[in-house]
């Protein structure tokens, strides 16, 4: 995980938990229309990936527990995890490819309308993905991999100054790459090459070489019209589009996007897939059903969209007739950690990363409500150009009083906790009841976000070794940890 270079170790803000009466009265616990929708208060589980699928990608037993022990708590809204539009492979995650997966999904559904009796409205992310592969040994990148050419053949006699490099049999060029110094390769090798021998081929919006990439702005339109349209069938009350992170609607929108065929370059040119898979969307499944967008409100790499970008994009996107915004930050592929060799390369590990899902060792600002300033920025833009658009605000929001200062403030809409719902789905309930002093409060070190990246199932520190002997209860890891969160006794 990346560090600030002399991290400020932050403590969990003390905080005063209104009492029922104070609750009934706040703004948070007010309804809020949501397209032609109406949600019973302004808080919001944003989407996370609990690694519970099958590998072809069913809804599984332990999803239906794991939602319906989200539900339980009574969120406003629950955002089911990132799930594949693709009828493609992906492991452990949810998809929403082909028809054969609405009935598990309805089965979610039916699942988190019964835990909440109805209360907490239930929406599901859907994402596409570019292709990433594990980083590859040296020698097979080089005996294998790399696609030699003169270029290769031309700077390596440069670099050694020695021209019978360029006549050289490539068996014998590849294995002087192979054996090279760094310094050598990084005169040898182009960005791309370089980045596939240390961080493992991926796929870019912009490899206009490819023909499946070159088409994205064909086909996708009417992979996620479709799996929108089966959320509708399985009984989702919307979809969220994810325009967000290192996916491949998020490398349209970004700066680095320099497409060259009408779909890269200038924000008008880089919204311009994102809007058509939008109305494409919209116009199958109609304008009485919720349809909104997660987008980040600023990439946090170099060259990447600033809030002045998101801006932009949050009024086009309230224009073009989405019922919400929820805004996110960072996590790229740009600035992630290499990988070791045979993994994948993980974008949460940068600073882009740490902005995403901030933790206590911070700077000066902490982690605490870190993505307000920007929210609160697109929000203005989006006003001042006339609509009201509900906007949701996430990252290191915890505590009543944040939440209710951030909506009285008029800086956000609504309210997403992620990790603090992790560690305490009954967070939205106790808080209602005047009991936020149960709350089992979310100390942001990111033990689960470790286990996201090592593609495990996700628990919480807090909780995931809490009576481990209660009888019926489902484990991992050889019983050391728990799935759920313990029920709460009211
Ligand atoms: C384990 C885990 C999985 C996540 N999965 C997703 C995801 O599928 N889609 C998404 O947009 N964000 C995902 N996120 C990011 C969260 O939705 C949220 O934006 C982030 O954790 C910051 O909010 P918080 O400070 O309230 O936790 C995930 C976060 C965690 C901790
Ligand atoms: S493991 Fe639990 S306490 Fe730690 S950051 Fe995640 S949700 Fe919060």
Same mark, same amino acid.
Request: proline share 0%; hydrophobic share 40%; charged share 40%.
């Given at each position: 995980m990346w560090k600030f270079k002399n991290p400020i170790k932050h403590t969990i803000p003390a905080t005063r938990w209104p009492t029922a009466a104070e609750a009934a009265q706040s703004l948070l616990y007010q309804p809020i229309e949501i397209g032609a929708i109406e949600v019973k208060s302004r808080t919001w589980v944003p989407a996370m990936v609990p690694w519970r699928a099958t590998e072809e990608g069913f809804v599984t037993q332990e999803n239906l527990d794991w939602y319906r022990r989200f539900a339980k708590g009574r969120p406003g809204v629950l955002v089911v995890e990132a799930t594949g539009v693709r009828d493609i492979p992906s492991g452990p995650l949810l998809r929403i490819?082909? =028809?054969?997966?609405i009935p598990g999904l309805r089965k979610l559904v039916e699942a988190v309308k019964d835990?909440? /009796?109805g209360q907490t409205k239930l929406f599901i992310q859907i994402i596409d993905f570019l292709s990433v592969k594990r980083r590859p040994e040296r020698e097979k990148f080089f005996a294998r991999f &790399? /696609? &030699?050419? =003169?270029?290769h053949k031309r700077r390596l006699a440069l670099a050694l100054n020695d021209n019978q490099w360029l006549t050289a049999d490539d %068996?014998?060029?590849?294995n002087e790459l192979a054996n090279a110094a760094d310094e050598l390769l990084d005169r040898v090798l182009d960005a791309r090459e370089l980045e %596939? &021998?240390?961080f493992g081929y991926r796929e870019h919006v912009t490899d206009l070489q490819l023909p499946h990439i070159r088409e994205l702005p064909?086909? &996708?339109p009417n992979i996620f019209t479709d799996a929108a349209r089966r959320a509708r069938e399985a009984g989702f009350d919307g979809v969220e589009l994810h325009y967000a992170h290192a996916y491949t609607m998020a490398g349209f929108l970004s700066a680095l996007n320099d497409r060259d065929d009408g779909y890269g370059g200038s924000r008008e040119q880089r919204i311009r897939l994102p809007l058509e898979v939008y109305r494409a969307v919209r116009k199958t499944v109609g304008d009485d059903y919720v349809v909104g967008v997660r987008f980040l409100g600023d990439e946090v790499i170099a060259g990447g969209n600033r809030v002045d970008d998101a801006s932009y994009f949050g009024v086009e996107f309230a224009r073009a007739g989405f019922d919400f915004l929820s805004i996110s930050k960072g996590g790229k592929f740009e600035d992630a950690q290499q990988p070791k060799v045979g993994q994948a390369v993980y974008p949460y590990t940068g600073q882009s990363g740490y902005e995403c899902m901030p933790t206590v060792l911070s700077d000066a600002t902490g982690p605490f409500g870190r993505s307000v300033p920007l929210v609160a920025a697109i929000k203005r833009a989006v006003n001042q150009a006339g609509f009201s658009t509900p906007i949701v605000a996430t990252g290191g929001i915890g505590t009543f009083e944040q939440a209710e200062s951030i909506l009285q403030k008029g800086q956000a809409d609504i309210i997403g906790l992620a990790r603090q719902a992790l560690a305490d789905p009954d967070w939205f309930v106790k808080v209602k009841l005047g009991r936020g002093d149960e709350v089992r409060r979310c100390t942001y070190t990111n033990y689960c976000e470790a286990l996201d990246q090592a593609h495990r199932a996700v628990t919480c520190k807090l909780w995931d070794r809490v009576d481990l002997n209660e009888r019926g209860i489902a484990t991992v890891d050889e019983g050391r940890r728990r799935l759920l969160a313990p029920e709460w006794n009211k």
């Open positions: 490819g082909h =028809d054969r997966f835990a909440s /009796e &790399l /696609e &030699l050419d =003169d270029r %068996s014998i060029v590849r %596939s &021998l240390r064909q086909v &996708l």
